[in-house]
């Protein structure tokens, strides 16, 4: 039993990365012409990891998202890592959506990892802890054939590997 390798399964972004991105946002917002006296804002709330967008309409809300998206991907920033909420109306004729970043795994997402593994028929072992699920064997080369399992397969989230000995 002590000559057991792991990993662990985690999902989780880089907030310095997201927050970079957000100022590089908001900067080329200030600078396109078609923003220009426009109610449009763009707040991370760290904490909560959470993106709050406010724009005059849809279509300048949009317009932000894509901005917004482009700079995540520049970034390395997954874009399933976000979960985005309803547009709703604001104050002032302006419209808001809030986004949702996604921190550590979902239960129901851990269960359906878990499950992926032992219908690969690996000789691994996968047991959820808290938000990640912990993989172990005997063998590296096993846990490097569920890594790529893993990575194959879409689970709606994005995946990290960490933790790997």
Do not use: H, P
Not at 2 to 28: G, H, I, P, R, W
Not at 106 to 119: E, H, N, P, S
């Amino acid at each position: 039993m002590a000559d057991l390798s792991s990993f662990d399964v985690v999902s989780q972004v880089d907030m310095q990365e997201v927050k970079n991105a957000v100022e590089q946002t908001v900067k080329e917002i200030r600078q396109r012409f078609d923003f220009k006296d426009s109610k449009t804002e763009l707040t991370l709330k760290e904490k909560e990891k959470e993106l709050v967008i406010v724009s005059d309409d849809d279509y300048k809300l949009n317009a932000v998202l894509e901005i917004l998206k482009a700079k995540f991907v520049k970034r390395n920033v997954s874009l399933k890592a976000l979960t985005y909420g309803t547009v709703e109306q604001a104050l002032g004729g302006t419209v808001r959506q809030t986004i949702t970043l996604q921190s550590g795994i979902a239960a129901d997402k851990a269960k359906l990892i878990g499950q992926a593994i032992r219908d690969g028929k690996f000789k691994a072992q996968s047991q959820i802890q808290g938000d990640q699920v912990r993989v172990q064997s005997k063998s590296k080369d096993e846990l490097q054939a569920v890594m790529a399992l893993l990575k194959q397969k879409d689970f709606g989230i994005d995946l990290q590997f960490t933790n790997y000995r």
